[in-house]
C-alpha cells in the first residue's frame, strides 16, 4: 500500500499497529518545509546589512556572557575593528550548576544592544523561555535557541509565530534528523529564517566537551535549504581545540561560525577557558580568509 500527499500528518506507529502490517517506510523526509526538496538552493536569511547563508562566511563572535558595560563595549569595539558584523552575548545563562553565573538578564540585553548599536553590530544571544519573548524581540536581532532548548517544542512555535531570524542548535543528543525537525517547527509556524548550528554532540570520548560532529554540517547541507553554521567554542570547551575546529568547519561547507571571544579569558564569567583572546581571535581570522578564498568563499 503507497500513500502520496500530505503524508508528513501521519504518525507512522498509527499504521504499524494493525494486524498484518509487517514495517512502514517513509519514502519522503518528514520535514517537508526544511527539506532540499521543497527549495534547492541554500537559503539566505537576510538581518540588517548582514546575510547568513550567502556566498560570503559570517563570524559571529562575542563572549559567552554580558558581564558588564566595559567588557561589552570593549569585546564589540575590537571585533568590529576586525570586520566582525554580528556581535554574540548571552544575557540568560542556562548553566549546569544553578550556583554559577545566571546572566544580567534584562540589564544584560540593553548593554549588548547599546554596545553593538555603538558599532553598528547585530546582535545575537539566547532566548531561555517563551515568557521573554517579548523582551528578546526588543533587544536582539537573532534569536538563539541553545542545545537544551532544542526539544522544547513550545518555545520552538513561538520564535515561530515571529519575524526575526531564528539560530538553532543542534542538542548534544540529537540526530540529524531530529535537528531538522525542530527547523521544522520553526518553519511551519510561520517563520522561514531559520540557521541551524553545529556545536558538538555527546559521545563516549571525554577529552573535550563535546566531539564535533563535522561530518554533519555537508550531511545536513544534503537535506536541507538552511543554512548551518558551527560553534566550535562549546564543541570543544578548549580554545586551543576551538581553532582548528573553526578552520575545518569552512573546509566541510559551513556557513560561518559561532565563537566565543573575552578581552580578558582569565577573567570571564563564564566559559573563559573555551574563549579565544582577541589576538588568537585575529590570527585565527587571517587563515579563516585564506581558507575561504581557497573554499571558493566570500569572508
Ligand atoms: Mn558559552
Given at each position: 500500500?503507497?500513500?502520496?500527499?500530505?503524508?508528513?500528518?501521519?504518525?507512522?506507529?498509527?499504521?504499524?499497529?494493525?494486524?498484518?502490517v509487517?514495517?512502514?517506510i517513509?519514502?519522503r523526509?518528514?520535514?517537508?518545509?526544511?527539506?532540499?526538496?521543497?527549495?534547492?538552493?541554500?537559503?539566505?536569511?537576510?538581518?540588517?546589512?548582514?546575510?547568513i547563508g550567502?556566498?560570503?562566511?559570517q563570524?559571529?563572535?562575542?563572549?559567552?556572557?554580558?558581564?558588564?558595560?566595559?567588557q561589552i563595549?570593549t569585546?564589540?569595539?575590537?571585533?568590529?575593528?576586525?570586520g566582525?558584523?554580528?556581535?554574540?552575548?548571552g544575557?540568560?545563562?542556562?548553566?549546569?550548576s544553578?550556583?554559577?553565573?545566571?546572566?544580567?538578564?534584562?540589564?544584560?540585553?540593553?548593554?549588548?544592544?547599546?554596545?553593538?548599536?555603538?558599532y553598528?553590530?547585530?546582535?545575537?544571544?539566547e532566548?531561555l523561555?517563551t515568557?521573554?519573548?517579548s523582551l528578546?524581540?526588543?533587544?536582539v536581532d537573532?534569536?538563539?535557541?541553545g542545545?537544551?532548548?532544542?526539544?522544547?517544542?513550545?518555545?520552538?512555535k513561538?520564535v515561530?509565530?515571529i519575524?526575526?531570524?531564528?539560530l538553532l542548535?543542534?542538542?548534544?543528543?540529537?540526530?540529524?534528523e531530529?535537528?531538522?525537525?525542530?527547523?521544522?517547527?520553526?518553519?511551519s509556524s510561520?517563520?522561514?529564517?531559520?540557521?541551524?548550528?553545529?556545536?558538538?554532540?555527546?559521545?563516549?570520548?571525554?577529552?573535550?566537551?563535546n566531539?564535533?560532529?563535522?561530518?554533519?554540517?555537508?550531511?545536513?547541507?544534503?537535506r536541507?535549504?538552511?543554512?548551518?553554521?558551527?560553534?566550535?567554542?562549546?564543541?570543544?570547551?578548549?580554545?586551543?581545540?576551538?581553532?582548528?575546529m573553526?578552520?575545518?568547519?569552512?573546509?566541510a561547507?559551513?556557513?560561518?561560525?559561532?565563537?566565543e571571544?573575552?578581552?580578558?579569558?582569565?577573567?570571564?564569567?563564564?566559559d573563559?577557558i573555551q574563549?579565544?583572546?582577541l589576538r588568537?581571535?585575529?590570527?585565527?581570522?587571517?587563515?579563516?580568509?585564506e581558507?575561504?578564498?581557497?573554499?571558493?568563499?566570500?569572508?
Amino acid at each position: 500500500v503507497e500513500i502520496i500527499g500530505n503524508t508528513e500528518i501521519i504518525d507512522p506507529k498509527e499504521i504499524k499497529i494493525f494486524e498484518g502490517v509487517h514495517g512502514v517506510i517513509r519514502i519522503r523526509e518528514p520535514y517537508l518545509l526544511a527539506s532540499k526538496k521543497s527549495q534547492n538552493k541554500t537559503s539566505v536569511i537576510r538581518v540588517k546589512d548582514v546575510e547568513i547563508g550567502g556566498n560570503a562566511i559570517q563570524i559571529m563572535a562575542g563572549p559567552c556572557a554580558v558581564e558588564n558595560e566595559k567588557q561589552i563595549y570593549t569585546i564589540a569595539q575590537n571585533l568590529n575593528k576586525l570586520g566582525i558584523k554580528i556581535l554574540r552575548g548571552g544575557a540568560f545563562k542556562p548553566r549546569s550548576s544553578p550556583y554559577f553565573f545566571q546572566g544580567l538578564e534584562e540589564k544584560g540585553l540593553k548593554l549588548i544592544r547599546a554596545a553593538a548599536d555603538e558599532y553598528k553590530m547585530t546582535v545575537v544571544s539566547e532566548i531561555l523561555d517563551t515568557k521573554y519573548l517579548s523582551l528578546m524581540e526588543k533587544y536582539v536581532d537573532i534569536l538563539q535557541i541553545g542545545s537544551r532548548n532544542m526539544y522544547n517544542y513550545a518555545l520552538l512555535k513561538e520564535v515561530g509565530k515571529i519575524t526575526k531570524p531564528v539560530l538553532l542548535k543542534r542538542a548534544w543528543s540529537a540526530t540529524i534528523e531530529e535537528l531538522l525537525m525542530s527547523a521544522e517547527y520553526i518553519i511551519s509556524s510561520g517563520n522561514k529564517n531559520v540557521v541551524l548550528c553545529e556545536r558538538g554532540i555527546r559521545t563516549f570520548e571525554q577529552s573535550l566537551r563535546n566531539t564535533l560532529d563535522l561530518s554533519a554540517v555537508p550531511v545536513i547541507k544534503s537535506r536541507t535549504h538552511l543554512p548551518v553554521i558551527v560553534d566550535p567554542s562549546h564543541a570543544t570547551g578548549f580554545h586551543e581545540i576551538a581553532v582548528p575546529m573553526a578552520e575545518s568547519a569552512i573546509v566541510a561547507g559551513a556557513d560561518g561560525l559561532l565563537i566565543e571571544v573575552h578581552d580578558r579569558p582569565a577573567r570571564a564569567l563564564s566559559d573563559g577557558i573555551q574563549s579565544l583572546d582577541l589576538r588568537t581571535f585575529k590570527s585565527l581570522l587571517k587563515r579563516l580568509h585564506e581558507i575561504s578564498k581557497f573554499m571558493g568563499r566570500d569572508f
